[in-house]
């Protein structure tokens, strides 16, 4: 490796650190005053870049019309982030922080098809920077000027920041909401119109982040989903609303990411390492490393332990007789699909799906619901269980049956080894460190061609011939019920009471002799082991397995469907993956903005029903119930 080649790299992620601290220094903002995990800031990145590119176009290819487009376009953007606090985020303040989740990742969705209707599906690339489109020699190789100017636009803006946080009065106000909003209520400070501007700064600097990036890479509709993982990485690694640790933490990610390009292929005792495959999953790794020694990020600060950290819920009641009369109800239905398949030749295969996912949901709301651990990545041990179920059957020549009951085991040894290092953190950290896993798995099954099949993935995974046609549904069927009904059973046992303990009030779990962090772990190995379950059923239902099983879409359907269907319900996550799975197929099916119909259908659910569908229907039902008890009193 050429010492000239090490130093163009390391100003390459300089640039790039500029590039990633201006969206990561947005998000930090907005979550340290609003508390709110920000999925839609990588779509506000994605439209900085559209939009500059449109207000170049029109401006004209001068320098003023240039750099006119690009501030113009971060301006139209910032605005769009208070229109959206506004009119939606601040009606849902006072939900959960996680509903609060979903409903900016269904702005994701409709933003995503906005931007199809407006530029159309082609990548667009944007023209260069007058007066900076040539290059200079460093150590004999040619660098972009724009890369120069790059390099001097983040510490700027960090400048610029710090002054606004530091030297006026709204940073003050904005420094004190990040370290206590009830206080600052209290104290007279309108938060309402602090959190807008809070949120149109953020916004702004997300659309400045894309707009400078028009003259590096086009615009296309996959920004937003590929920009928001950095970004939360280096939120989480820099400490949640720390400005200057969000600029180091940008540093260190954009560095480690050119050495590893500028490294190359290495031969260390005869074997090839290829460290440019590093680029897809180094930051993952980094802040893995970092969050198990450093919870709180490298400038963060500790979160004081609360003696009561979970929302006050009812106790757990046993399934009365129209509760089972229904479950019998549905069985029978969900039975009877295949001998309908002459009117409805496409319910078994919905049906199908509906199954798995179910399972997949359950297994997640197992992990969020009672055991009160949120997780970005649950799609890790489904995948696993997937691939797993699938080489079993293709590389070891294991039969379908010893391959679908293995297959959980080998999800629950990886939630066994990653659940050790997760359950030591709580909130926000806990659920950035599952995503993280799931990235590194995610890695390794996309790049290890030879294996797993790189991104065709493993096919020809069909049942045996004494599970096809409709007893393959049957046998799913049966599983995902008995699934089900053992965690339900777990949810009643000594073991459930202990989970719920555990999340209610840590403290006191502790105080009365309730080993927590154990609880907590084989809360998550159960969770990974069910997850495997159903990625097993899946690969067989579909004769394929590719590594989109294991990519963070796939981890948010989940999150959405227990969130739709209600977090604190034993039914929310089977009501959330048919309301999910229904809606998708449906609106994929009448048109090409499906995204938006589904995202805007997602919004209108999360604003009536911030409880969950399945939770709303609970609580209305307990209205009813209260007075026939009160009347029945003597």
Known sequence: MALSALWVQFLNGLAEASSLFLVAAGL????????????????????????????????????????????AAA????????????????????????????????????????????????????PLAP??????????????????????????????????????????????????????GALGVNQAWLFTGVFALGAFLAGLGGAVQLPRQPANLLLDLSVIGDAFVIVVVGGMGSIPGAYVAALIVAELKALCIALGTVTLFGVDFAFPKLTLVVEFIFMAVVLVFRPWGLFGRPQAVSRNSAPIEAPLRPSGLAFRVLVAAVLAVMAALPMLTQWFPYAPVLALDILV????????????????MNSFGHAA?????????????????????????????????????????????????LAMLTLAFAQIIWSIVYQWDSFTGGSNGVVGIWPS??????????????????????????LFSPFGYAMRASRDSALRAEAIGIPVKRVQWLTFILAGTFAGLAGALFVFSKGSVSPEVIAV???????????????QTLVG??????????????????????????????????????????????????????????????
């Open 381 to 429: 041990y489904f995948g696993l269980g997937a691939y797993a179920a699938a080489l079993l059957l293709k590389a070891a020549a294991l039969s379908m049956g010893w391959s679908i009951a293995l297959a959980p085991l080998v999800a629950g040894v990886g939630a066994l080894v990653f659940g050790w290092f997760c359950v030591r953190l709580s909130g926000v950290y």
């Open 28 to 71: 930090s903002l907005i979550f340290g005053v609003t508390r709110i995990v920000n999925f839609a800031h990588g779509s506000l990145y994605m439209l900085g870049i559209y939009i500059a590119y449109s207000a170049v176009q029109f401006l004209g290819g001068s320098a003023l019309g240039f750099w006119g487009g690009l501030i």
């Open 553 to 567: 879409n796939k981890s948010v359907d989940g999150l959405v469907m227990v969130l739709l269907g209600g977090l």
């Open 131 to 184: 007066g900076l489109n040539g290059s200079v020699s460093i150590a004999g190789r040619f660098f972009p000027v724009y890369d120069l100017a790059l390099i001097v636009i983040g510490p700027v803006v960090l400048g610029l920041l710090w002054l606004l946080l530091t030297r006026t009065r709204w940073g003050v106000l904005v420094r004190a909401a990040t370290h206590d909003r009830e206080m600052l």
């Open 465 to 490: 011939e004494w599970l096809s046609g409709d007893r393959y549904y049957y046998f799913a069927l049966a599983l995902v019920a008995l699934a089900a009904l053992f965690l339900r059973r777990v």
């Open 357 to 372: 996912v179910s399972l997949f949901a359950i297994s997640l709301h197992f992990m969020m619901g009672p055991g009160g």
């Open 573 to 634: 996550p089977v009501v959330g993956a048919v309301v999910f799975t229904l809606l998708q197929d449906f609106f994929l099916g009448i048109t090409q903005y499906w995204r938006a119909l589904f995202g805007g259908v997602i919004l209108l659910l999360v604003l009536a029903f911030p409880q969950g569908i399945a939770g709303f229907f609970k609580q209305l039902a307990d209205r009813r119930a209260r007075p026939a008890a009160q009347e029945a009193q003597p």
């Open 75 to 126: 301006l139209l953007v910032g605005a769009l982030g208070a229109l959206l606090e506004i009119v939606l985020l601040r009606r849902i303040y006072k939900a959960p922080e996680l509903f609060q989740l979903l409903a900016t990742f269904a702005l994701v969705l409709v933003i995503n098809d906005a931007a199809l209707a407006i530029w159309g599906p082609e990548d667009l690339l944007g």
